[in-house]
């Protein structure tokens, strides 16, 4: 597996867990807990879009 293609693994598997995250939160008083941890999956989501971009032009990217 190359780098584009772990990079596009890891962001399917981030996509899946923010869609959960995001399933979790109520409509109303969502425990900051929860955002947090959206918040932090979120970053880390953005944080692979950025090499993908940097590394490959923006190309392949999954999920997008």
């Given amino acids: 597996m190359d780098d ?3 990079l596009n693994s890891e962001l399917k598997r981030l996509n899946a867990r923010i ?3 995001e399933a979790r939160l109520g409509a109303h ?3 900051p807990v929860l955002m947090q941890a ?3 999956l979120e970053e880390e989501r953005d944080a ?3 090499q993908l971009k940097a590394r490959f032009d923006g190309g392949g990217i999954a999920g997008s």
Avoid: H
């Fill in 4 to 6: 584009r293609e772990f």
């Fill in 29 to 31: 008083s969502v425990k």
């Fill in 38 to 40: 959206l918040f932090e």
């Fill in 19 to 21: 869609d959960e995250a």
């Fill in 48 to 50: 692979i879009l950025q």
